[in-house]
């Protein structure tokens, strides 16, 4: 049974909820930050990976698939054992990251197509990303890899507040240059063709020539390099689409993994080393530049790895000990490895064990930098340098919600609890005592699982009604045609 503290922390989320849902303007927690001087203003990067494992990756126990150099991120800064992201799922992921804004508020709920006729597809013009507010405040910026928030010229990332993109707007990529067949996205004949699309250069579409991983970890390097010397701070949007399928390795890489017998987990963790060296030549760069004191990074994957195959015979990712991943709402599809460094505040070698979230990668960045958010779009992220620094106490994010608005499922966190609702029955779990949801303790606690169902839909309520723009899937359809991708990217 739930004791008298569990009961406790869920009459305070209904309490905290209702007020802060109540009241007509919500004070961003951006404005509460410490203000950094001008010319102390930090560089920033944040790498993400594609569908990797929580287990993948060294700082969270892999033995398998090593990863000294992301590990250093996590060994010099600090380990979130519990970072969330806000869907298990690519695209509105990345929403929620790049806005600090939970996407159900502007219905961002489903993996948008790849259409560029449609204006709808992709993050709406009325949402502020961390791109633009970073160009507000003086930033040179630029995005490298998987984009994923809209084809449409008016989503494209340098339309939104990106000075540069190198990369692919789609939600995915095949890895090798002779597999690049179409031009432009308007060539696709069915889903999936646009992942043999040329690539983005500022606006110009280009062959690239090795192996795309690597290729977006030398754009990465050779930004750094160039903007090093410039006296205007630089933010760094760092994409990888890997380890996202098509699972493809070069010779290189396979041959680090010889005794993992599976060619589909053999492939996967050779995409994670490469991503590795990527990441390594990054960290060198900002070494060699002088620069990697006052750069802060945050390093995560969009969601949960895949746990099996599409015939459901052998595992993939590892996302042990959580149960469950991608597309799923259980802790390994929400649950992703999740660090940051950040040398000039933080002292590295910490575990940070409360629950965080993506979002608040937005609202540490906003809160340090004293960035004035729209009194309109709050945020749902805040700044993590108090609780770091011991500033602060308690859990940074009292509440986690998760919105499957397609499937009817919705799920949250409080504090050590875990209610999710998978369209038909609602399920509990103690996280503290079952971090991998074998033990369901719904049944002995029912009335309070119909309190948790109503703070979720309190919170439902001041979300978007539904999704803004038609699921992945329904284009191109048979015969038809979209419009050429013309403008800035």
């Not at 090593?66 to 519990?82: K, L, M, Q, S, Y």
């Not at 992942?195 to 690597?214: A, E, S």
């Not at 709050?378 to 009292?398: A, F, N, S, W």
């Not at 303790?441 to 978007?464: C, D, R, S, T």
Request: with cysteine; aromatic share 10%; charged share 25%.
């Amino acid at each position: 049974m739930i004791g008298q503290f569990k009961m406790r922390a869920i009459g305070t989320a209904i309490a905290l909820i209702t007020v802060v849902f109540a009241s007509a303007s919500v004070k961003s927690p951006a404005l509460a930050g410490q203000e950094a001087v001008a010319d102390e203003r930090p560089n920033i990067i944040v790498i993400i990976t594609d569908d990797q494992g929580y287990r993948d990756v060294g700082f969270n126990g892999s033995e398998e698939i090593p990863t000294p150099n992301i590990d250093r991120i996590a060994h010099e800064g600090v380990r979130f054992t519990r970072g969330y992201v806000t869907f298990p799922v690519c695209g509105p992921s990345r929403a929620g990251l790049l806005t600090g804004r939970h996407q159900s508020r502007f219905g961002f709920d489903r993996n948008p197509n790849a259409d560029p006729s449609d204006p709808r597809g992709g993050l709406p013009r009325s949402e502020e990303m961390i791109s633009e507010m970073l160009k507000r405040s003086g930033y040179y910026s630029m995005a490298i890899g998987k984009w994923h928030m809209g084809t449409h010229e008016t989503l494209r990332p340098r339309v939104r507040g990106f000075d540069e993109f190198y990369g692919f707007l789609e939600g995915g990529h095949d890895y090798f240059p002779e597999n690049t067949v179409f031009e432009d996205i308007s060539d696709s004949k069915k889903p999936y063709d646009w992942y043999r699309t040329k690539l983005v250069d500022n606006g110009k579409r280009v062959h690239f020539k090795q192996y795309l991983t690597d290729e977006l970890s030398d754009r990465a390097v050779e930004f750094v390099r160039r903007r090093s010397g410039a006296e205007q701070p630089f933010f760094l949007y760092l994409a990888y689409n890997a380890p996202h399928s098509p699972l493809q390795a070069t010779e290189k890489y396979l041959n680090r993994f010889p005794d993992i017998a599976d060619p589909k987990r053999r492939t996967y963790a050779a995409m994670i080393s490469a991503v590795d060296d990527g990441v390594g030549k990054l960290l060198d760069e900002l070494d060699r530049s002088g620069k990697a004191e006052n750069t802060l990074i945050f390093f995560l994957s969009d969601n949960g790895g895949v746990v099996t195959a599409e015939t459901g015979e052998q595992p993939i990712a590892n996302n042990a000990p959580l149960r469950g991943g991608k597309s799923q709402l259980f802790e390994g599809g929400v649950r992703v490895p999740f660090a940051m460094r950040w040398p000039a505040r933080i002292i590295g070698g910490k575990d940070y064990t409360r629950p965080v979230s993506s979002m608040d990668i937005v609202g540490t960045i906003t809160s340090q930098l004293a960035i004035e958010v729209r009194p309109d779009r709050p945020l749902d992220g805040v700044d993590l340098m108090p609780y770091l620094l011991g500033e602060k106490t308690g859990d940074p994010q009292p509440v986690l919600f998760w919105r499957k608005f397609d499937q009817g499922q919705h799920a949250m966190v409080i504090g050590d609890l875990k209610y999710i609702f998978n369209g038909q029955n609602g399920v509990m779990f103690n996280l503290r005592e079952d971090v991998g949801e074998k033990k369901n303790i719904g049944p002995a606690n029912k009335g309070n699982m119909a309190q948790l169902e109503k703070v979720y839909q309190v919170w439902n309520g001041k979300m978007a009604p539904k999704p803004a723009f038609p699921p992945l899937g329904t284009w191109p359809k048979p015969g038809g045609k979209a419009g050429k991708q013309g403008g800035s990217q």
